[in-house]
């Protein structure tokens, strides 16, 4: 009964700390830099890395415990802001997007290190042996590498209601969110070869599966009839928008006035990069549209690393934090040899 008691307490100021720290860290990431902006101006930090999200404050993790300079600046506009519960990630598994970053900026900041910055930056030049940012605000900041954990930008297909849809119930990854819509009326908001394979995958996950073209399928007869063997239905009405109560989708509703009942949506979007200041500075994008990297992170650009969203399609946060430390580790052992020759 004790330890019962006493793993309740443990938890209790756990999750109690988290509350805390997600209150309060917004407030305190203003003030890292603005209280002595010019004193910051001035300075040349080891590492600038633009965006503090997951893969971001992973980085900085591990170059704070290499005991490296760092300036993390964050305009505070995660992806997945509106995705209630984060899951597929251990010992995180169903806790909020918010409740996971504020517990890990609450981590990173125990490294003095370490500076945060509330801010966009809007350029980024290279300048002899070194990288300059610039913000909209006008403030520059130097430093000596640059490592960008920027993310992408889905871009949504024009159906009414689908934004405020977007990470609730109409998701993009079965492997985030599949188990908790299993065996529900599911739908693939989808066409052609790409949207066969994802009802493939999507049909592990539930037995009420409906393939919404939005207009004309393009799927051959071969796939088609392949779907249909496995009683995943082909709907090739144009859709109008749907009808959702805060986020939670009830019905698609179609261009001639009818309507289907779902409780979750696939839809795999196309994506752009969120910053395109890597483009800019010359690195280089894959076929696919995601920064080129090697396997320590690094992009085409020497000294350049990039980490997360934005440079892999294996979009959850596990991911992200390891290839945010991953850059970390292999920039600051770099650096250190550098420094050592």
């Not at 899951?87 to 890990?104: R, S």
């Not at 003095?112 to 350029?123: D, H, Y």
């Not at 996950?205 to 207009?215: K, Q, R």
């Not at 051959?220 to 749907?242: A, D, F, M, R, Y």
């Amino acid at each position: 009964m004790k330890a019962n008691t006493k793993y309740a307490r443990r938890k209790f100021l756990k999750q109690a700390g988290i509350g805390f720290a997600a209150v309060i860290i917004p407030i305190a990431g203003n003030y890292d830099l603005n209280k002595n902006r010019m004193k910051a101006n001035n300075k040349m930090y080891d590492v600038i890395i633009v965006g503090g999200s997951y893969s971001g404050l992973a980085a900085g993790m591990a170059l704070g415990r290499a005991m490296k300079d760092v300036l993390i600046i964050d305009d505070g506009k995660p992806c997945n802001i509106q995705t209630p519960f984060s899951h597929n990630f251990l010992t995180n598994d169903g806790n909020t997007p918010k409740e996971i970053a504020a517990l890990a900026s609450l981590q990173v900041r125990i490294y003095n290190t370490i500076k945060f910055l509330e801010g966009l930056v809007t350029k980024a030049t290279k300048i002899e042996n070194h990288f300059e940012v610039e913000l909209i605000s006008g403030s520059t900041f130097r430093t000596k590498k640059l490592i960008f954990a920027t993310g992408i930008k889905d871009m949504l297909p024009n159906i009414e209601g689908i934004e405020k849809c977007w990470g609730i119930s109409v998701i993009h990854c079965p492997y985030c969110h599949g188990y908790e819509v299993r065996q529900e009326i599911t739908g693939i908001l989808g066409n052609g070869d790409h949207a066969f394979d994802f009802s493939r995958l999507i049909s592990n996950w539930t037995s009420d599966l409906t393939l919404f073209t939005n207009g004309v399928s393009t799927l051959t007869i071969e796939q088609s009839e392949s779907l249909s063997s496995h009683k995943i239905n082909i709907v090739e009405k144009e859709i109008q928008g749907l009808n959702h109560t805060n986020g939670h989708i009830k019905n698609i509703i179609f261009k001639d006035g009818s309507e289907h009942h779902l409780k979750a949506l696939y839809a795999p979007a196309p994506f752009i990069q969120h910053c395109t200041l890597p483009q800019d500075i010359g690195c280089e994008l894959t076929s696919e549209g995601y920064l080129k990297v090697d396997a320590f992170q690094e992009t085409t650009v020497k000294g350049i690393y990039a980490c997360g969203d934005n440079v892999t399609k294996m979009r959850i946060v596990a991911n992200a934090v390891s290839m945010g430390t991953t850059a970390g580790m292999s920039l600051s052992k770099k650096m250190i040899l550098e420094e050592f020759n």
